[in-house]
């Protein structure tokens, strides 16, 4: 049985905690890689709507760029405008109700090279024109590590790149077109991204994954000083008011834990124990109000359910209020993204 298969994550399954607690999952992908070598290489608004709907309020979702759907021709920087006409027919399959409830893609984020500088601007203007109802901003990927046993995912590899005249020159269009910038990195790379942060100040910034923490290969069994330069990173970038922290991504193998091999997969007691110390120190340093619960959905599907997932995030926030809770799963998302239902 292949781990990371619907029929493993069936081993696990629980009753629904707190069905009635509205979220907005401000964190999934779509994609179809066919070729692809992924546990999950299918992953539409069918795979979505049976996670969303397997017992948890999900009002709203957002779409995160997966470079996925790109155009197959014309100008190169263009091509990622091809995702986001797919994910607006997607979303407008989702508004019929015929999927569930849930509104699947109220929110879009796509892909714009910043390195473009200032003739990044046509790009925004297409995005726009691809979904004027839903955009709302881009992921530019700039993961980087000198390891060379470290998987650089971004699409365009190169050091520094949140420090270059040419990425914030784009970055300050995205700002002034009222757009919002997700950022994916390591870690390591979190003061980087805390100086780009206060040099564009009115840039939103939502910052994924916990900022990215690496505990495998050169950073493995190395906690105390892996945890230390995290905990200081994530310091550092909740000190920029402009920046929102996700709160997830930690089912990726790549942050250490071995939920994604076991025989069972993990149930929500254990994993809201595992999660907790790094998910209370984000809130801690960013405050409820700026820190939401993501899924990371269909990525980290290789270690949990969904359900099991949204279980886990409503026990480990048990201890905080009302309208802390609102705000971590459902309120700061569509503040962020400025989704109205």
Wanted: hydrophobic share 40%; aromatic share 10%; net charge negative.
């Amino acid at each position: 049985m292949p781990f990371g298969g619907n029929d493993w994550l069936a081993l696990t399954v629980e009753p629904t905690l707190e069905p009635e607690l509205p979220i907005c999952d401000p964190h999934h992908h779509f994609w179809d890689f066919r070729t692809a070598r992924l546990p999950y290489q299918r992953y539409l608004l069918h795979e979505l709507a049976a996670d969303v709907n397997s017992g948890h309020n999900v009002r709203a979702t957002v779409f995160i760029e997966a470079r996925s759907m790109y155009r197959s021709g014309g100008p190169e920087e263009m091509r990622p405008v091809g995702e986001v006409e797919f994910v607006q027919g997607m979303a407008a399959a989702s508004a019929s109700g015929l999927y569930g409830p849930a509104r699947a893609a109220a929110a879009i984020v796509g892909h714009a090279n910043l390195n473009l500088g200032e003739r990044v601007e046509p790009v925004l203007a297409a995005l726009q024109a691809a979904s004027p109802n839903r955009f709302r901003g881009i992921r530019h990927s700039v993961t980087w590590d000198p390891h060379p046993e470290v998987e650089n995912t971004a699409a365009h590899k190169m050091e520094g790149q949140l420090a270059s005249a040419n990425f914030r020159s784009g970055a300050r269009a995205l700002a002034r077109l009222g757009l919002s910038f997700d950022a994916w990195l390591f870690f390591p790379q979190l003061p980087e991204l805390a100086d780009f942060a206060k040099a564009i100040p009115d840039l939103t910034i939502i910052l994924n994954h916990i900022g990215g923490l690496l505990r495998v290969g050169p950073y493995a069994s190395r906690d105390h000083e892996v945890l230390a330069a995290w905990r200081s990173g994530i310091a550092a970038v909740a000190e920029c008011p402009n920046v929102y922290v996700k709160l997830g991504g930690i089912g990726m193998p790549r942050t250490g834990f071995d939920w994604h091999a076991r025989t069972r997969p993990i149930g929500s007691e254990e994993l809201a124990e595992s999660m907790a110390p790094l998910m209370t120190y984000c809130i801690e340093q960013f405050g409820p109000h700026r820190s939401m619960f993501e899924s990371n959905f269909p990525v980290d599907k290789v270690s949990y359910s969904y359900n099991v997932l949204y279980n886990a995030f409503k026990r480990l926030s048990k201890g905080y209020s009302a309208s802390e809770r609102a705000a971590l799963f459902y309120d700061t998302a569509a503040r962020a993204y400025r989704i109205d239902l």
